[in-house]
């Protein structure tokens, strides 16, 4: 057994995190990814050394901090999800007129952003600030095995809803769990191979898998508030073929996760 501190437990997302102050920061789409990820990966291990320390608000200005930042990144990191998805949904398509309703639903959302754009000067000062909060918080430091035995309460509390979850195939319900799972699996990621509850790799495959049906989930979401107006952008008949590739994608990628949950 050794000893593990508070401060390493996060400091890989805290160094992710300063990249952004660099001079010459280019908001590239796998910047963003990795800085966002690096954030709710900070968040669940925070909220677990909450437990750890008995202390409700440890690091809790480090953590707004960090989430009005990833606010900062959202808007442009779901532009490239969403484009990145239509683009994977148009080539799976041979169908002329499919292709035509994705492009023009893939061509509304950007412009739709197009004033959203990256600030740089922003995002390098919520960056600062983190990091700063980062310097003055406190250190902890823990018996590897606490940690341990505080990551296997949580196995059968996060995994004994998924079979529930998966089977009834509704967004909002996989979207919670998708969060649990993310925060275990981040939580995981501290333990050795020795030490692990579950393997890594499938569940960080089963994170990847869950991570594209809530995109999709979004779409969905995203489309119909656009044609929830006096004008909808998409006539009866496109938005019923649009929905119809929607729903077929939604439930291939369920049949996925259930095979991924199962690997896990």
Known sequence: MGAISSKDIIKPAIE???LLMAP???????????????IKRLRARVRML???????????VLVEHAK?????????RDLDVMSALLSFLADEHK????????????????????????????VHGFAKTICTDFADSEDHVFDDDFVRKFINKRVNRVFEQGE????????????????DVKNFLYQNELLSEEQELLP??????????????????????????MQDRPSPF???????LLMGIVRKHEQDLFDQTHEAYKAV
């Open 16 to 18: 992710q995190i300063e």
């Open 24 to 38: 010459d920061c280019e908001p590239t789409e796998k910047l963003i990814h990795q800085t966002r990820v690096s």
């Open 50 to 60: 909450r437990k750890l320390t008995g202390d409700k608000q440890y690091m809790s």
């Open 68 to 76: 009005i930042l990833s606010r900062q990144l959202s808007t442009q």
């Open 95 to 122: 169908d002329a007129a499919a292709k035509a309703v994705l492009e023009k639903v893939k061509f509304r959302m950007i412009v739709a952003q197009e004033d959203n754009c990256f600030d740089q000067e922003a």
């Open 164 to 179: 529930k979850v998966l089977t009834d195939g509704e967004c909002e319900p996989l979207h919670e769990w998708r969060k």
């Open 200 to 225: 890594k790799k499938p569940l960080a495959a089963l994170g990847k898998v869950l991570g594209r049906v809530h995109d999709i989930c979004v779409l969905d979401e995203l489309v119909d508030k």
């Open 234 to 240: 998409l006539n009866k008949d496109e938005y019923e």
